[in-house]
């Protein structure tokens, strides 16, 4: 369980990171 628990976290904090690198593209070749 806590396992998981941590591996969501990750995912989580990972796919915020992704998103806002996306979004710093985006504006950059905006």
Known sequence: ???NGL???ASKSDK???NRLLE???EEFE
């Open 24 to 26: 710093d593209m985006f």
């Open 7 to 9: 591996n969501t976290d």
């Open 16 to 18: 915020e990171k992704l």
């Open 1 to 3: 369980m806590r396992l």
